[in-house]
C-alpha cells in the first residue's frame, strides 16, 4: 500500500504489503462497499417506489445524502483499490476519481446541517413546517448544497490545468489528492474552507441540538428522538472531520504505532471513509419507523410474497 505525507513538498513513503496482508485489506473493502452500497440502493428503490417519501421534504433530503454517500464510497474504493493494483495512474483519470471525491466529501456536512435544521423545525416550529419544508425548496437547497462544493472545487481543477504543462496530464501519479495539488496554494485554500465550513455546521448543529433538548424536556417522544437523530448527525460529522486533518493524524499514528503505522493507516481509512457512510441509513433507515417498515420488503426480499402471491396481494389490503 502507498501513502504520501508532508506539507509543502509532498514525501513519498513507499510500503508494500506481503501478499496475504493486501488480499486481506482489499476484501475487507470490497466486502463493506458491496454491503453498504446494496442497502445504500435499498433505500433508494424503497424511496422511488412509494410516493409517500417523494412527497415528503425529510426522505427527499435524505436520499441525497444517500446518493451522495454511494457516489463518494465508490469513489474511495476504487482508489483504494487501484494503489494495489496499477499503483500509479494517469493523471488525467486521477482527476477524473478526485474531484468528485472532494465535492462529495464537503458536500456531507452540508447535508447534515440541512437534515438537522428540518429536524429543528418539525420539532420547534410545528405550525410552520409545511410552510417552510416543501418539496421544492429542499431541490433547492440540494442545489446550492452542490453549488457551494462545486464551487469551492472546481477553481483548484482550472487552476491545475493553467499551471501545469500538459505533459503532467499524460504522466502518472500515485493517485492522491496531496500529490495531485502540490502547490501550497491549494492545501492552504483547502484548509481555510473546511475549516470555515466545518466551524458553521458544528455551530448549527450546537444551536439546533440545544433548542431540540429544551424541547425534549418536555418529556414528547418526537423531540427525544430528533435529539438523539442530531447527537449521530454530530458524531457523524466528527468522523468525517477527520478527513481534514489526515496529516495530524497520520503523524500522530507513527509515533503511537511506528511498528504497526501502516495497518493503523487502513483502520483509520475504515473509520473516516467507510463508517461514516454506513451511519447515514441508519439515522434515517432502519431508526425511522416509516421508511423502516417498506424497508423490509425488499430488504429481506421474504420468500411468502414471491411464492404466494394471494399472501402478498392480501399484505397490501
Known sequence: MNFSSGSNVTTFVTYHDAFYMAVTKNVIVVALFITINYFNGTLIHTFKKHQIFNVNPRYVLFIHLVVNDMIQLTVSVTLFISSYVFYTINVSICCLLIIPAMITTQNTPLYLAGMAAECYIAICLPLRHAQLCTVKRTYILIGLIWFVSLSSTLPDLFILLATEPLEFFYSRI?????????????????????IVLLVIVWLTLLYIYLRILFAAKAAKGDARKARNTILLHGFQLLLCML????????????????????????????????????????????????????????????????????IALKGHT
Open 174 to 194: 500515485l493517485c492522491i489528492k496531496d500529490i495531485l495539488f502540490q502547490r501550497p496554494y491549494f492545501h492552504e485554500k483547502t484548509n481555510t474552507s473546511y
Open 243 to 310: 478527513t481534514y486533518i489526515g496529516p495530524v493524524l497520520k503523524r500522530a499514528l507513527f509515533y503511537w504505532f511506528p511498528k504497526n503505522y501502516f495497518n493503523s493507516l487502513f483502520v483509520c481509512y475504515i473509520i473516516i471513509q467507510i463508517l461514516p457512510r454506513f451511519l447515514s441509513p441508519i439515522v434515517y433507515g432502519l431508526r425511522d419507523q416509516t421508511f423502516r417498515r417498506y424497508l423490509k420488503r425488499y430488504l429481506l426480499c421474504t420468500v411468502s410474497a414471491r411464492t404466494n402471491p394471494q
